[in-house]
């Protein structure tokens, strides 16, 4: 089915279209169309337009009103002001314009007309290194990112950009090598804990040899050139560490309810081959010079605290390579090799200035234009209740899996508080306190400004009330009881049918959902849509408080069409929470 025009762009080219005609040289103008308090939408572009044409705004604002005839889209328009329009839209044009959405799959959200192509950089653990708490954003972010995207058209290539490269797997794979049976498993099934333990084992095992023992700390190091060199048993031995870690990481984003998958994960080590290219290309072209024997990219905007630039060191004096070639190889191959119009890193704000500097390193060497951008989503940090970096009682980091196990233990509790008025099984209560508990942890993340910090309070985050994604579950929970209790009524749109406020206003919203979709994609801001699913929320409560759908029994005509407008908020709450990575269970 096409996409169903909203009320907003239909009476925005109504409005348009009576400007062009009062005043020809606007042709094309905005009239800033936006909604209101005074009326479902006031238009403000008439003042800037007059003043421009030297005309009289409020004159010019009569004019167009006179040419706008009220009818099947508009039933109200008036003047306010120096020139502003108030409109207010028929409840005919409101209903049929959500029926033609509640015709689609897609609830009538068109794709967008200039969809590309995008790769998103996100979740990225180290390999054999435990996730925690720092880890959960990026993740969370960035697999809603791709949601949005690609709901909206866009080709969206994943990259889990892991740290599988650098000089401690000199240490690991040595004492490995020494200690040959310290990844072996207990059983052919291996849980992520297991895989983890033997990785933290073997971790904490290798460095404190390495910290008192030098002859084995001149072996890790002789181990470090044999990797770079690609020696076949120091690689096979680095492949094992590579698939031990993915066995742990594959474990917590199936808690997170992630997929992610073998072919997205192209860590530090994927752009190997291309680091030596990637210096002499930005030697060759002026854009590095050497200094003191290292390869660096300087800006002037760019100093460090003595007044000097401070450089971006694509290769060191002793011939490493630092972060910055890899990623630079890794924009070549992304827009080369990917073809991609948009790369999107989802990555900690403490990073800006480095992406600051490879994308301009980028930019000069042609590697990104007008028509290939590369932006950084930039996260804030998880804080603990007391507004500091969250730890545990012990300063020590928090891991993400005791993190996630703690939300669902939170989440099951308030779940099996109403499971027996619910009348849910005891697997329903398990399988909604997972769908809770991590919902709880990703909505928190998702309703914030991704580069605001955040306080990670669990009490409040599975609160059955406040701006919680259990207040938005339970929403649409309550909404599919209500269809199952209205027995042989079933949902119908009436156009015919005078609206109360709140069945208008929840009736506005629903129909806002396309366009907050474009803006969510464009802007790389999900929680636009949190917001947008949150206010929908409550105002269905306001809806169902005031406008009887059951009991005491309306009208049979003013019942289905409430039943309508309960079906059309429950699907677009479904299809909003999908795309934040949120379940909605069906009873709760």
């Given at each position: 089915?096409?996409?169903?025009?909203?009320?907003?762009?239909?009476?925005?080219?109504?409005?348009?279209?009576?400007?062009?005609?009062?005043?020809?040289?606007?042709?094309?103008?905005?009239?800033?169309?936006?909604?209101?308090?005074?009326?479902?939408?006031?238009?403000?572009?008439?003042?800037?337009?007059?003043?421009?044409?030297?005309?009289?705004?409020?004159?010019?604002?009569?004019?167009?009103?006179?040419?706008?005839?009220?009818?099947d889209l508009i039933k109200e328009i008036e003047v306010s002001g120096p020139g502003f329009l108030n409109i207010t839209v028929s409840d005919r044009a409101i209903i049929e314009t959500l029926a033609a959405r509640a015709g689609d799959d897609r609830l009538g959200v068109p794709y967008a007309a200039n969809a590309g192509t995008t790769v998103i950089d996100y979740a990225q653990p180290n390999v054999a290194k435990e996730m925690h708490v720092g880890h959960l954003?990026?993740?969370?972010?960035?697999?809603?990112?791709?949601?949005?995207?690609?709901?909206?058209?866009?080709?969206?290539?994943?990259?889990?950009?892991?740290?599988?490269?650098?000089?401690?797997?000199?240490?690991?794979?040595?004492?490995?090598?020494?200690?040959?049976?310290?990844?072996?498993?207990?059983?052919?099934?291996?849980?992520?804990?297991?895989?983890?333990?033997?990785?933290?084992?073997?971790?904490?095992?290798?460095?404190?040899?390495?910290?008192?023992?030098?002859?084995?700390?001149?072996?890790?190091?002789?181990?470090?050139?044999?990797?770079?060199?690609?020696?076949?048993?120091?690689?096979?031995?680095?492949?094992?560490?590579?698939?031990?870690?993915?066995?742990?990481?594959?474990?917590?984003?199936?808690?997170?309810?992630?997929?992610?998958?073998?072919?997205?994960?192209?860590?530090?080590?994927?752009?190997?081959?291309?680091?030596?290219?990637?210096?002499?290309?930005?030697?060759?072209?002026?854009?590095?010079?050497?200094?003191?024997?290292?390869?660096?990219?300087?800006?002037?905007?760019?100093?460090?605290?003595?007044?000097?630039?401070?450089?971006?060191?694509?290769?060191?004096?002793?011939?490493?390579?630092?972060?910055?070639?890899?990623?630079?190889?890794?924009?070549?191959?992304?827009?080369?090799?990917?073809?991609?119009?948009?790369?999107?890193?989802?990555?900690?704000?403490?990073?800006?200035?480095?992406?600051?500097?490879?994308?301009?390193?980028?930019?000069?060497?042609?590697?990104?234009?007008?028509?290939?951008?590369?932006?950084?989503?930039?996260?804030?940090?998880?804080?603990?209740?007391?507004?500091?970096?969250?730890?545990?009682?012990?300063?020590?980091?928090?891991?993400?899996?005791?993190?996630?196990?703690?939300?669902?233990?939170?989440?099951?509790?308030?779940?099996?508080?109403?499971?027996?008025?619910?009348?849910?099984?005891?697997?329903?209560?398990?399988?909604?306190?997972?769908?809770?508990?991590?919902?709880?942890?990703?909505?928190?993340?998702?309703?914030?400004?991704?580069?605001?910090?955040?306080?990670?309070?669990?009490?409040?985050?599975?609160?059955?009330?406040?701006?919680?994604?259990?207040?938005?579950?339970?929403?649409?929970?309550?909404?599919?009881?209500?269809?199952?209790?209205?027995?042989?009524?079933?949902?119908?749109?009436?156009?015919?049918?005078?609206?109360?406020?709140?069945?208008?206003?929840?009736?506005?919203?629903?129909?806002?959902?396309?366009?907050?979709?474009?803006?969510?994609?464009?802007?790389?801001?999900?929680?636009?849509?949190?917001?947008?699913?949150?206010?929908?929320?409550?105002?269905?409560?306001?809806?169902?408080?005031?406008?009887?759908?059951?009991?005491?029994?309306?009208?049979?005509?003013?019942?289905?069409?409430?039943?309508?407008?309960?079906?059309?908020?429950?699907?677009?709450?479904?299809?909003?929470?999908?795309?934040?990575?949120?379940?909605?269970?069906?009873?709760?």
């Amino acid at each position: 089915m096409a996409s169903v025009p909203s009320l907003a762009s239909s009476v925005n080219q109504r409005v348009a279209d009576a400007l062009a005609s009062a005043l020809p040289e606007a042709g094309g103008a905005d009239p800033l169309l936006r909604r209101s308090d005074r009326a479902d939408f006031q238009a403000n572009g008439i003042l800037a337009l007059a003043k421009k044409a030297k005309a009289n705004p409020r004159e010019l604002a009569t004019t167009v009103v006179d040419s706008l005839a009220s009818g099947d889209l508009i039933k109200e328009i008036e003047v306010s002001g120096p020139g502003f329009l108030n409109i207010t839209v028929s409840d005919r044009a409101i209903i049929e314009t959500l029926a033609a959405r509640a015709g689609d799959d897609r609830l009538g959200v068109p794709y967008a007309a200039n969809a590309g192509t995008t790769v998103i950089d996100y979740a990225q653990p180290n390999v054999a290194k435990e996730m925690h708490v720092g880890h959960l954003r990026s993740a969370v972010i960035g697999a809603a990112m791709v949601e949005i995207l690609e709901f909206t058209g866009e080709k969206v290539v994943r990259r889990h950009h892991i740290g599988d490269w650098g000089t401690q797997f000199g240490m690991l794979i040595q004492y490995l090598l020494e200690h040959p049976h310290e990844l072996d498993h207990k059983s052919e099934e291996v849980s992520g804990e297991e895989a983890m333990s033997n990785l933290n084992r073997l971790y904490k095992a290798s460095r404190a040899l390495f910290d008192s023992d030098e002859e084995f700390k001149t072996r890790a190091r002789a181990r470090v050139v044999d990797l770079q060199a690609g020696e076949p048993q120091t690689l096979a031995l680095w492949q094992r560490f590579v698939d031990e870690s993915k066995i742990y990481f594959y474990s917590v984003f199936d808690k997170l309810d992630m997929d992610i998958q073998d072919r997205d994960v192209v860590g530090e080590s994927g752009y190997n081959d291309m680091l030596v290219e990637t210096c002499k290309l930005l030697e060759e072209s002026g854009v590095a010079v050497r200094s003191n024997g290292a390869l660096c990219v300087f800006f002037d905007e760019y100093k460090g605290p003595d007044g000097n630039p401070t450089p971006l060191i694509v290769q060191k004096s002793d011939g490493g390579f630092g972060y910055a070639a890899t990623d630079l190889s890794a924009i070549r191959d992304r827009v080369g090799n990917l073809k991609a119009d948009t790369l999107i890193y989802v990555v900690d704000a403490r990073q800006s200035l480095h992406f600051k500097m490879v994308f301009e390193t980028a930019r000069r060497a042609g590697w990104l234009n007008d028509d290939t951008k590369a932006v950084q989503l930039a996260f804030g940090t998880v804080l603990g209740k007391d507004g500091k970096p969250f730890k545990t009682r012990e300063g020590e980091t928090v891991r993400l899996v005791d993190l996630l196990d703690e939300a669902v233990d939170r989440a099951t509790a308030v779940v099996r508080e109403k499971a027996e008025k619910v009348g849910l099984s005891e697997a329903e209560i398990v399988e909604n306190g997972q769908y809770v508990g991590i919902g709880a942890v990703k909505y928190a993340d998702l309703s914030t400004s991704a580069a605001r910090d955040y306080k990670f309070d669990l009490d409040q985050m599975v609160s059955l009330n406040g701006d919680t994604s259990v207040y938005l579950q339970y929403a649409y929970a309550r909404i599919k009881s209500i269809l199952r209790k209205a027995g042989e009524r079933t949902p119908v749109a009436h156009p015919e049918l005078e609206l109360a406020p709140a069945e208008r206003a929840l009736g506005l919203h629903l129909d806002g959902f396309g366009e907050l979709i474009a803006e969510a994609a464009a802007e790389h801001a999900p929680h636009k849509l949190a917001a947008y699913l949150y206010q929908l929320s409550s105002l269905f409560t306001t809806f169902y408080d005031q406008c009887p759908v059951i009991k005491p029994e309306p009208e049979p005509v003013v019942a289905e069409n409430r039943l309508f407008l309960c079906d059309l908020t429950a699907r677009t709450l479904s299809k909003g929470m999908s795309l934040l990575g949120i379940r909605t269970p069906e009873r709760l």
